[in-house]
């Protein structure tokens, strides 16, 4: 197995179902969120370069890796396998992170309330890290095939530590130069209140 499809089909399905675990664990006081954690239902697609592809499923609450792709899946990202492993390097195996950053949650969870808002987001950006070893990833919402992109988001290393942190205000960001837009920010915008949406 490459090291991307261990990455996509073993390490992140693992820290997703660790944190539902943890959810487990919490009882009786985290009783109301593992509710809404077990009602996620929906797919995840991964494309690494021209041909390597793969699908993740959530169903109840749990990930797991299937052979078929989804006509619509929630998100499908698009990376090269040297983008993958500074993907791996900068969130670990919980792609969450990257979402929670944009909420200021680093506990985000995809609740059915939050799954309903990102369903509605259509188009294509790419998220591009800059700094001395740059590197970006092709976030797309809505049915396949990915189309060209139609949004840029740059942000430098620092600021991106500081987003997956939880502690980086993206509107302060965006006046003062750290998170540069270029296109359709119409994606983004949708994206970022889609994410924040309440538990």
Excluded at 126 to 143: D, K, S, Y
Aim: net charge negative.
């Amino acid at each position: 197995m490459s090291s991307t499809a261990s990455y996509f089909e073993e390490r992140v399905p693992a820290a997703w179902n660790r944190r539902l675990q943890e959810q487990v664990e919490r009882g009786a006081a985290g009783a109301d969120l593992l509710g809404k954690m077990r009602a996620a239902d929906f797919a995840l697609e991964v494309c690494v370069g021209a041909d390597e592809r793969h699908h993740l499923r959530v169903a109840n609450g749990t990930m797991r890796p299937v052979t078929a792709s989804d006509p619509k899946p929630l998100i499908t990202l698009a990376l090269g396998e040297a983008e993958c492993a500074r993907l791996e390097e900068a969130i670990g195996a919980s792609p969450m992170s990257l979402l929670g950053g944009v909420a200021g949650n680093p506990d985000f969870v995809l609740t059915p309330a939050r799954l309903q808002a990102l369903r509605e987001v259509e188009g294509t950006m790419r998220i591009e890290v800059t700094g001395a070893r740059p590197w970006g990833v092709v976030l797309h919402f809505g049915a396949p095939p990915i189309p060209a992109v139609t949004t840029t988001v740059a942000i430098g290393d620092e600021a991106f530590g500081q987003l997956l942190g939880g502690a980086l205000d993206l509107q302060g960001a965006f006046m003062g130069g750290k998170l540069v837009l270029d296109g359709n920010v119409e994606v983004p915008m949708k994206m970022a209140m889609a994410i924040m949406t309440p538990e």
